[in-house]
């Protein structure tokens, strides 16, 4: 059921700083371009490892979500997790019918990927805010 980990949301202050920590500290070099979700609230900017990405999170605009987070966490900080499904129609169908709550309305929304995703709320996932994210068919 569960596939790959795809990413690991980190929410920042400044996707500029966080950025130089990764490329500069950690020695990333495959850093793509800061772009912004605005129906989403965030600026996201993806820093590709062999394995998986690092998906950084700027609130973007007053309403952003992200605002909350980086109140409890002010320097930034882990805010999700993104695993990979096969499909999320029958994912999202599962999970409920094993309890574990869908954020929002439930129906998928187009994410940064461009996939369709949904969260896991936190509080049935030991406290982790997970993703799930539609895999596409064929990779590039
Ligand atoms: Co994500």
Redesign the pocket.
């Known amino acids: 059921m569960i596939g790959k980990l ?2 690991v ?1 980190v929410a920042t202050p400044s996707i500029e700083a966080s950025v130089a920590l990764y490329r500069d500290l950690l020695g990333a070099t495959e850093i793509g371009e800061k772009f912004s979700m605005p129906e989403q609230g965030v600026w996201v900017c993806f820093v590709t490892l062999p394995n998986a990405q690092i ?1 950084l ?1 700027e609130p973007y605009g007053e309403d952003s979500p992200i605002h909350n987070f980086l109140k409890s966490n002010p320097a930034g900080g882990q805010h ?1 997790v ?1 695993f990979e499904v096969e499909d999320i129609i029958a994912t999202r169908d599962e999970m409920r019918a094993k309890g574990a709550r869908i954020l929002g309305t439930g129906e998928p929304r187009i ?2 990927h461009g996939v369709p ?1 949904i969260f896991l709320h936190p509080k049935d996932m030991g406290g982790v805010l997970v ?1 799930l ?1 539609e895999t596409p068919k064929h990779p590039h």
């Open positions: 795809n990413h949301g998906e999170i999700h993104c994410g940064a995703i993703e994210m």
